[in-house]
């Protein structure tokens, strides 16, 4: 995760495709392409190891299911996502999309809760 945390103050949309990992905001190709766009959303997003991670990010239209579109629009391209320590709010739509809670260890954060949904290989 150190990688998707460890820029402070202005964004950079820095990507990074060999080693599959970065943070990326509304200008980069993925984010058009899940539908993570700035009339839906604020914040940025990371990528890292094949898993999306969603962190920090608010739906300008709430209610109009944007969030739960983003998540399966990710899954179908075969992203995992990963949503560390959630606000309540969050952590109960994790719960009603069936992520799973886990425990990962960051080094400069300690132990953290991270929400994780895996790829549906089934389809």
């Known amino acids: 995760m150190k990688e998707v945390w460890k820029l402070k103050g202005k964004m950079s949309t820095k990507f990074e495709p060999k080693l599959g990992k970065g943070v990326f905001t509304f200008e980069h190709p993925l984010a058009k392409e899940i539908g993570f766009t700035p009339d839906k959303f604020e914040g940025w997003l990371g990528l890292k190891d094949g898993y ?3 962190s920090f990010i608010i739906s300008k ?19 995992g996502i990963k949503v560390p320590t959630p606000f309540a709010l969050m952590e109960e739509i ?16 300690g132990n953290v809760e991270v929400w994780v949904k895996e790829v549906d290989v089934k389809k």
Do not use: V, W
């Open 52 to 54: 999306i991670y969603i």
């Open 61 to 79: 239209q709430r209610g109009a299911d944007n969030l739960s579109k983003l998540f399966d629009k990710i899954l179908s391209l075969g992203y």
């Open 94 to 109: 994790c719960r009603k999309k069936g992520f799973r809670k886990t425990i990962e260890h960051d080094r400069r954060m």
